[in-house]
């Protein structure tokens, strides 16, 4: 039987947790944020808020449906509140170790027949199911950034993922007036396999001095349609996230094609991760 879900916990209240909260409140579903600190918590609720507003604004949105959405979002910094939700998608940082340690946290609080899912951008969902106690009822629900905005949701089964978890979250992704795709589970899935190797040669454009950061975006901006260039969208990904990527295509697939450009490893060291911490190919400060 296909689970009903009807609630949402989401953990990890950063731009992720944030975008995928916001599309899950405005298709009628009951959200609950958890993350270490209110502070955190407090800050998610007002970018919610904004983004919100935005769409009101571009009239995208009545204002009644942002209200709407607004009251079905809760946060808080205590983990017990995720007990009464029926799929708990973990959006936390892209570090493998930390997930586990989520799920050890998270797991018991769950009621035995809810659903766990990870938008991880890249592991392995089987290994990951390993570490929760429940591989049945664990799957990938890769969104992409903007949430709010992007059309795609990539959907990925581990070796134990049940059917009726499959369809449960193909029915959600339905409900979200998103498109799911399908990716089996290999290293960073389709749009990641396809879209961090290029933005890694931009980088390695860059790195040769084969063209200018401006250079470059502009060239993939005006030469190939893209909406952002390619080093303006690793910034808005987070470097620190593009390298975690690369770095796993580069041990999962074992070819130096995938091998991450020193000057990203070297911006990462230097704490420069793009458009969150100020600074990155761009300078936001
Ligand atoms: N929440 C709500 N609405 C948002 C938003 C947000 N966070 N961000 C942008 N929007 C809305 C804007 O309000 C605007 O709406 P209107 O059309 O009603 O005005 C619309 O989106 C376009 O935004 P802007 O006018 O501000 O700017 P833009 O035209 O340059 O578009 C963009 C911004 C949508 C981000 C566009 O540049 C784009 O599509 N960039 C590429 C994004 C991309 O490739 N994402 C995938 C990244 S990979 C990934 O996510 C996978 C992973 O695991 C790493």
New binding site residues.
Partial sequence: MIPVIESIGIVGAGQMGC?IAHVSALAGYKVQIYDVSQDRIETALATING?LA??VS???LTDESRTAALSLISGSADVNDLAPMDLVIEAATEDESVKRRIYAQVCPVLKPDAMLATNT?SLSITRLASATDRPERFMGI?F???V???KLVELVRGIATGEPTFSAAKQYVAKLDKTATVAEDFPAFI??RI?LPMINEAIYTLYEGVGSVEAIDTAMKLGANH??GPLQ?ADF?GLD?CLSIMQVLYDGLADSKYRPCPLLVKYVEAGWLGRKSGRGFYDYR
């Fill in positions: 975008g983004n935005r769409q571009g009239g995208k951008s890769h992409m950034n903007p709010p905005v992007m749009v990641n879209l909406p952002m969208l990904i996230t």
